[in-house]
T-cell receptor, first 112, second 117 residues
Framework: DADVTQTPRNRITKTGKRIMLECSQTKGHDRMYWYRQDPGLGLRLIYYSFDVKDINKGEISDGYSVSRQAQAKFSLSLESAIPNQTALYFC???????????FGPGTRLTVT | AQSVTQLGSHVSVSEGALVLLRCNYS??????LFWYVQYPNQGLQLLLKYTTGATLVKGINGFEAEFKKSETSFHLTKPSAHMSDAAEYFC???????????????FGTGTRLQVTL
């Protein structure tokens, strides 16, 4: 089984709808991250959490919110989706004493 | 603020040729530097990293990179390309947290490597 899982893997939704992307990990890591990937722009950090009680905005947090329900779970919400939020979304984790981030397989979100 | 510049959004090499993917960084503090690879329809996977010590670092699949502080560069190389190397490659920089571990990553825009016969 994968260490970092994301659900759903693909989602098509309409403008104005609320949508939640979920991330779960079995690596026992304290730190979790949400990124979005757009062609030609690389990955940009949306939110990150260094432990269950810690939530921080990244460089592009507007229009998004997150919830750290447990050490293993970190959810990303789009309260009112808009077409320019169409992107590939990645969750990642890292250990408190580590350097490497471990990525999930991604969620492809399309907002029509 | 930290930043990463990857020169060339697309690089094409012949199988067996040298692979050189360029990365320059900007950081006000000694950085941690990373190269990640993304195969089609997959997440990112760490290729190699520089934290401290030896400036020439070796990674998986025959890749290596050299940290050059004077040039603020961390270019990725592989002596002989293989078809399976076709992927997108991302350079990333991180500052250092109090425990000496990496903080959040800032990624470059990526370089897509094409390998031709």
């Amino acid at each position: 089984d994968a260490d970092v899982t994301q659900t759903p893997r693909n989602r098509i939704t309409k403008t104005g709808k609320r949508i939640m992307l979920e991330c779960s990990q079995t690596k026992g890591h304290d730190r979790m991250y949400w990124y979005r990937q757009d062609p030609g722009l690389g990955l940009r950090l949306i939110y990150y959490s260094f432990d269950v009680k810690d939530i921080n905005k990244g460089e592009i947090s507007d229009g998004y919110s997150v919830s750290r329900q447990a050490q293993a779970k970190f959810s990303l919400s789009l309260e009112s989706a808009i077409p320019n939020q169409t992107a590939l979304y990645f969750c990642a984790t890292s250990a408190l004493t580590g350097d490497e981030q471990y990525f999930g397989p991604g969620t492809r979100l399309t907002v029509t | 603020a930290q930043s990463v510049t990857q020169l060339g959004s697309h690089v094409s090499v012949s199988e067996g040729a040298l692979v050189l993917l360029r990365c320059n960084y900007s950081s006000s503090v000694p950085p941690y530097l990373f190269w990640y690879v993304q195969y089609p329809n997959q997440g990112l996977q760490l290729l190699l990293k520089y934290t401290t010590g030896a400036t020439l670092v070796k990674g998986i699949n025959g890749f290596e990179a050299e940290f050059k502080k004077s040039e603020t560069s961390f270019h990725l190389t592989k002596p002989s390309a293989h078809m399976s190397d076709a992927a997108e490659y991302f350079c990333a920089v991180s500052d250092r947290m109090g425990l000496g571990t990496a903080s959040k990553l800032t990624f470059g825009t990526g370089t897509r490597l094409q390998v031709t016969l």
